[in-house]
């Protein structure tokens, strides 16, 4: 097992990286939440019904906290809205969870960032636990404090910044996880790799195979959280450095939303950091070649690549409601090399332009 801390002084924590036990995950736990009132589980649905790895945990949390209950929460996408926040809020308070209670959130990224955003409301902020079980969650939506829901104007546009108390990512749920899910995963730990870690991004080069078998996936997930980590701790509210995290998100985002979320986002993001390298070899900031040699690792993945099928003038209208805009212009995130980030403000319509002919 990895334990990386997240440095954040009063509010720092653990992040628990490896097959764990259910007793281990919940021995974690306990000991990041001191003594707890209660402890409300709120578990993603579909994981509640196909992982085996949920009714352990819960009897481990049972035997060791008090007052254990679970809520299902509806499954991925669909507990990020505000009518799914209000129905755990209402039975948390039927529950009589109090300001003293532990939420924990067992799930993907969506279920992740709905317990994190009810914690951050309920009674004005209680403490929370994430075990994410996508390998998109544990690598990136489980760490660093960024919760919230959707609303119909777009993703993402209701949330607050709260940190959890510890993270235990499971990697042992991954197991019923289809292989789309994880290869969408996979394009976050690409982007790590890109933007701050070269040695992970050519030890990923180097495999032979689609997938990372268990014994160098652990690796990969500790050194892309890593990544989130140091970042994160240097601009926790995304006043600077962060945005580099935004690398591949502001077309992914908007091709995204173009698929009708028919695209995982991992998906979007693997097309987006393409179109992203293709516009730095354009204008001199990327060194060339970096955009063929990334295609290729994505492609082997599994992840789709074919950037050119996906743009059209839809698509590149729809950066413009990316939160990334300030004004007029986009804070764009480019590679110049394999583990190195820039971000450069642009204007949107020249943006669009340089796209088009970059792709
Ligand atoms: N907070 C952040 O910093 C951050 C970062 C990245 C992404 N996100 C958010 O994360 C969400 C996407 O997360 P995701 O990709 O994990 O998808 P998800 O949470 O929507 O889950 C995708 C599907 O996988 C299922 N699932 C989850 N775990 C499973 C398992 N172990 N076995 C079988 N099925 C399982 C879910 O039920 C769901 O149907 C988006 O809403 C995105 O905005 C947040």
């Not at 085996?52 to 809205?81: D, H, I, T, W």
């Amino acid at each position: 097992m990895t334990i990386l801390s997240v440095p954040l002084g009063d509010r720092s924590y653990d992040v628990h990286i490896g097959t764990l036990t259910a007793e281990e995950t919940a021995e974690r736990l306990a000991e990041a939440m001191g003594n707890p009132s209660g402890v409300a589980v709120l578990v993603d649905e579909h994981v509640a019904e196909v992982s085996p790895r949920v009714a352990p945990l819960l009897a481990a949390l049972a035997a060791r906290l008090p007052c254990v209950r679970m809520f299902r929460l509806p499954r991925g996408e669909s507990a990020k809205n505000l009518a799914a926040v209000e129905r755990t809020c209402q039975w948390l308070a039927e529950s009589g969870y109090d300001r003293g209670s532990v939420i924990v959130g067992v799930g993907g990224g969506a279920a992740t960032d709905h317990a994190g955003f009810v914690a951050a409301i309920y009674l004005r902020g209680i403490a929370f636990a994430l075990c994410p079980t996508t390998l998109l969650a544990a690598v990136d939506a489980s760490v660093g404090g960024k919760t919230g829901v959707d609303i119909p104007a777009g993703k993402n546009l209701v949330g607050a910044f709260h940190q959890p108390c510890v993270v235990a990512a499971d990697l042992g749920f991954l197991g019923t996880l289809p292989g789309r899910a994880i290869a969408a995963g996979m394009a976050e730990v690409v982007k790590a790799g890109l933007v701050a870690d070269a040695e992970l991004f050519a030890s990923l080069e180097a495999i032979l195979g689609p997938a990372l078998g268990p014994e160098r996936l652990p690796a990969a997930v500790a050194r892309a959280v890593r990544v989130k980590i140091d970042v994160v701790s240097e601009d926790e509210r995304e006043r600077g450095r962060r945005a580099i995290l935004n690398f591949g998100h502001t077309f992914g985002h908007a091709v995204e939303a173009a698929s009708g979320y028919e695209l995982l986002h991992g998906e979007a993001v693997s097309l987006g950091m393409l179109a992203a390298l293709a516009l730095g070899e354009a204008r001199g900031v990327t060194v060339p070649g970096l955009a063929a040699r990334t295609r290729g690792l994505l492609a082997k993945l599994g992840l789709p690549v074919d950037v050119k099928a996906r743009v059209s003038p839809a698509v590149l209208d729809r950066m413009e409601v990316d939160k990334k805009r300030r004004s007029d212009k986009v804070r764009f995130v480019f590679v110049p090399r394999p583990g190195e980030a820039v971000l450069h403000d642009i204007p949107l319509a020249e943006l669009k332009q340089e796209l088009q002919s970059a792709i």
